[in-house]
Each structure stands twice: as C-alpha cells, then as structure tokens.
C-alpha cells in the first residue's frame, strides 16, 4: 500500500535557524510528491512539487526539497526560519494511472518558530 | 483569477440529518476532489470528479456521495449524519490542458467546517 511518513509531528526551530522538516514515502514505482502549507483556519498552499527532472526543487518563500530515490525521501528544508513560517505542513504524494486525482497525505507536522 | 470557494464555510448539523456542501473550482478547472480533515484522521481523499463523472473514490462508506455539474462546480452529500462526521471537508481543483495528469497542481479551497451535534 502506498503510503507517507512525515517523522515529528511538531518541530520547533528558533528564528533564522534551519528548517528541516522530514518525509519518506513507501512505493514500489516513484511517485509524484508534494509539499502543502496550512495556516490556521485555512486550506491547503502548494510550496512545491516534483514531478521529473531535477530532483532538488525549489518553492515558494524560501523552501526546498530534494528528492531522493534510494532513501525514499522527500525532506523540506529552509535555510532561515521566519516568525511566518509556523504553520502546518504535510508532505502528499501522488500516482499516475488509475489514481490521478488522488493525494496520500501525510500526518502533517507543525511548526513552531521562537523568537 | 479568483480561488477555489467553498459553501457555507460553517455548518452546525445534529446526527441523522444530511448535508450538501459545495465548491466552486477556479475558472477552466475541470478536475474536483474532496478531502476530508479530523485530528485524528488527518487528511484523507473522498473522491474525485472529472467531466462530470466520479474517476475516484476513497474508503468512505456509502452516506458520502458527490456530483459534478457541466460548469465543473462540484457538491458532496453527507447523509445521516454521524458525530464522527465533524470535520474539515476541503475541495481542490485541477487545471488540466488536454486530459488529467498526476503531475498537475491542485489547488485547494478554504473548506467547510461541518459540526455534528
């Protein structure tokens, strides 16, 4: 079965500090992967996505994340938290063929920044 | 160009009755997928609609149902409603040039809180 882990279901990181916020899919074909951002209150924001090609992809405020096949990974990371960073992240993966409209979320993990 | 809307943004219900919530894609859109969000069951996927026909469903039992209109706008219906029902239902939509691709965004609305009494 296809499926996302995201390890911490809470990080805490100080202002400017790094952000790295972890994911690990399980599939046997590789998937399409996705990272989200939820503010309270809210619906889901893409901050990016990798489909093909480069496996490093950036995103939008700051964020990237780097696909690794061997380790089955797809970790977020931000070099310098700000105080508009803390929200919820999950990290969602999608399949071609029958499942296109599908996305296998995560359990999410918040974020907390401290001054 | 305007977001994916949801309404009612609220809804308080009591157990047994039904719901409809709705969803507006944004404008060329013609993908639709629902989700719904529990504290203790996260995000799980309902179902999806393409061109008015349901392409996708999750493990949700029967009570949960959806449609698709020929403006791509979307419903869910909810009937006899549960207390374990409450939840964030969020809709997303998918642009799609020529056909569905799994590559493709999608592009989230700001959901309905549904809350069963």
Known sequence: AQSVTQLGSHVSVSEGALVLLRCNYSSSVPPYLFWYVQYPNQGL????????GATLVKGING???????????FHLTKPSAHMSDAAEYFCAVRYGG???????F?????LTVHP | KAGVTQ?????????????????????GHRSVSWYQQTPGQGLQFLFEYFSETQRNKG???????GRQFSNSRSEMNVSTLELGDSALYLCASSSLAGGRSATDTQYFGPGTRLTVL
């Open chain 2, 7 to 27: 309404t009612p943004r609220y809804l308080i219900k009591t157990r047994g009755q039904q719901v409809t919530l709705s969803c507006s894609p944004i404008s």
């Open chain 1, 98 to 104: 029958t499942s296109y409209g599908k996305l296998t």
């Open chain 1, 45 to 52: 924001q893409l901050l990016l996505k990798y489909t093909t």
């Open chain 1, 106 to 110: 995560g359990q999410g993990t918040i």
């Open chain 1, 63 to 73: 964020f990237e994340a780097e696909f690794k096949k061997s380790e089955t990974s």
């Open chain 2, 59 to 65: 493990n949700f039992p029967g009570r949960f149902s």
